[in-house]
């Protein structure tokens, strides 16, 4: 196993650092062990680190020409990939995650270095940005970094870092339209473009229902609209899926984890990055004095804070599905009336879907019977209290599971049509809802209600609605109970 690079100054031991933090972390969900990831990770690291600086040495040759490549952490994150994929043909793939090794071996993952012209669009426009504009996109939307920590690390003023982020994030979108434009389509797809740009620019533009149909069927339009769709909380995990590929929703919510538990360990939720010069210099000090104890304090740091290794089968583990939604899922409305499903997402029907362990907590009884509400009917919806109660139906999916949190997604048919509505539903075990994506939530206790977004408010009778969501539990995670649309119960279908 090849040694660790040594860094040439405090700056790049800081970079050095920063880059081993999310490639361990990547690298922990690529593989069934940590012993195996911090052999990926080193690995990797001293492929990537040697790419980085070949770069920077071309780039410094070239009197500042403008060349195609990613900022330092996507770079190295795309080492981690690249090593797995040697280890996947050099006969050391048992050594990966096994859903990994599927992806590795799909036409999904020959797309990251196939042609350019059939590259995913969020990976296209992030390189043909300059470095700098493409680094602070990423630090402040992947990494989740605070700006002001963000502005330090790339020398920028933090009085206007959020204006310059804004700009960074309109140039990311020009871009990306071009790299869709550019991208071979069929016919279809090219009728679609220009509708599809014009929707994406305004926040309180409704996408017509052939544009969401296209959308449900078409994976390389979906990810286009997530790129260009600034607003709605979507651009992260285009980045991340379309940068990284495998496992880019799983390591978002790592560092997000991650951002959020370094903050809270400081005094004043001050940033790790240093804001006190004395704080600085000392912690360079630590850093040149070796990466290895660097590393080996990162380690813990980056695989306590995150999500525990997702272990087991393939339809236990989040990183499986990010390939079959990386990043068209949040910000693309579906109206269409059979939506797409993940082919191995599972479907949860019974309250019992997570089993308990020995010693669990006893269960109480449920406090209401399925098909009960206490929501009342929103204004412009029907109500007719002459119609047949059950008007609509829902499914709702475990897409994924760790050991304290999960993803779900949650499909609604309607038999009515719908120009507004919210979906509410109560937890059996306590759980909580966080990042949610198609829809803004409202939770009070174990009653949850999901409210339509912007662009997906109106659906057509016997159309469908839906939206996800990441949340936490704690000892058991049953499937929710007493769905209701708008006030009137749902079945379960």
């Not at 860094?7 to 800081?14: L, Q």
């Not at 009070?444 to 912007?454: I, K, N």
Request: charge should be negative.
């Amino acid at each position: 196993m090849p040694d660790l690079p040594t860094p040439k100054d405090a700056t790049e031991s800081a970079l050095f650092s920063e880059g081993w933090d999310a490639v361990l972390s990547y690298a922990d969900l690529c593989t069934s062990g940590s012993l195996t990831a911090h052999q990926l990770a080193t690995e990797a690291f001293t492929l990537g680190m040697r790419e980085v600086r070949a770069a920077a040495s071309t780039h410094v040759r070239g009197a500042g020409r403008r060349t195609a490549r990613l900022p330092t952490i996507p770079a190295l994150l795309t080492a981690v990939r690249d090593t797995a994929a040697a280890w996947e043909a050099g006969g050391q793939g048992h050594k990966l995650d096994p859903d990994l090794r599927l992806w590795l071996n799909s036409g999904s993952a020959a797309r990251f270095t196939g042609p350019p012209l059939e590259r995913p669009i969020a990976l296209r426009g992030l390189r043909d940005m300059q470095e700098a504009d493409a680094a602070l996109l990423w630090l402040a939307e992947v990494e989740a970094l605070p700006l002001p920590a963000v502005a330090r690390r790339l020398g920028l003023d933090p009085a206007t870092v959020a204006d310059e982020l804004d700009q960074v994030r309109s140039l990311f979108r020009d871009r990306c339209h071009r790299a869709h434009l550019d991208t071979p389509m069929d016919a279809q797809c090219r009728s679609y473009a220009r509708l599809l740009d014009a929707v994406t620019r305004s926040p309180a533009a409704d996408a017509p229902d052939d544009l969401s149909r296209h959308l449900a069927t078409c994976v390389r339009c979906a990810e286009a609209a997530a790129c260009l769709r600034l607003h709605g909380g979507g651009l992260p995990a285009a980045l991340a899926g379309g940068v990284i590929g495998w496992g880019g929703l799983a390591y978002l919510e790592r560092r997000r984890r991650a951002a959020e538990v370094r903050l809270a360990g400081r005094p004043g939720g001050a940033d790790p990055a240093g804001g006190d010069p004395e704080e600085g210099t000392g912690r360079s000090r630590v850093l040149r004095g070796g990466l290895l104890a660097a590393a080996v304090l990162l380690s813990a740091l980056a695989l306590g804070v995150s999500m525990m290794p997702f272990g087991g089968s393939g339809g236990d583990t989040a990183a499986a599905r990010d390939d079959r939604q990386p990043v068209a899922d949040p910000s693309v409305s579906r109206t269409d009336p059979t939506p797409p499903a993940s082919p191995t997402a599972p479907s949860v029907s019974t309250p019992s879907a997570v089993p308990t362990t020995a010693g669990s907590r006893r269960e109480k009884p449920d406090p209401e019977p399925q098909g009960t509400s206490s929501a009342a009917p929103q204004p412009g919806t029907d109500d007719d209290t002459s119609a047949p109660a059950t008007t609509c139906r829902v499914a709702y999916d475990l897409v994924n599971q760790w050991p304290d949190g999960f993803q779900a997604t949650v499909t609604v048919t309607t038999d009515r049509p719908l120009a507004g509505w919210n979906v509410s539903w109560a937890f059996r075990d306590g759980q909580q809802v966080g990042q949610v994506w198609d829809a803004t939530v409202h939770q009070s206790g174990s009653r949850v209600t999901a409210t339509a977004a912007d662009y997906n408010r109106t659906v057509a009778a016997h159309g469908s609605l839906s939206f996800g969501f990441i949340g936490t539990w704690q000892d058991r995670n049953r499937a929710p109970y007493d769905f209701t649309l708008n006030g009137t119960s749902c079945t379960a279908g």
